[in-house]
């Protein structure tokens, strides 16, 4: 049974006359595939090299290159919640932060909680020094959570 759907693999394909080689549509397909099933599997990462005339190794040297991607037995949660651990965040307390939504949703950095919901993880920066402490909720930044009860108010929101 293929890994990718028709529809995901049809969207690589798209991707293809856009870039100057096959080889650069890499990226842009491994978060196709990241963003629909929340992992990239082997089987989709030979799939995925298949359709750009490359070895799945090479596939595979991209994906591990960036800690973006999940791999095999370490799916994504529905929400991927990041806490910023730059500098400016970190002087005001993203790692009391981290520390506090661990506790709370019962995971280590990294991992995802047994529901499904929430993988929690740090970022070294997301650009957001202006709001420290800041997380990103997938995409979306969210300013300030410079108390606990910040902290617990946004992990309340994506538990709905």
Known sequence: MPALSDDIKNRIRAYIPRYPSKQ?????ALHLVHDEYRTV???????????LDLHPSQVHDTMTFYEFFKHDGNKLGKTRLWVC?????????????????????????GETTTDGKITLEFAEC????????????DDIHVM???TDEK????IAELNR
């Not at 650069?24 to 842009?28: E, K, N, R, S, W």
């Not at 599997?41 to 359709?51: D, H, P």
């Open 126 to 137: 997301i650009g957001a020094c202006d709001g420290a402490p800041a997380c990103l909720k």
């Open 24 to 28: 650069a549509v890499t990226l842009p």
């Open 41 to 51: 599997s082997n089987e989709a990462m030979v799939e995925i090299a298949e359709l």
């Open 85 to 109: 651990r730059g500098l400016a965040c970190m002087l005001r307390g993203a790692y009391d932060r981290l520390g506090h939504m661990e506790q709370k949703l019962g995971v280590k950095c």
């Open 151 to 154: 902290a617990d108010a946004l």
């Open 144 to 146: 300030n959570v410079d």
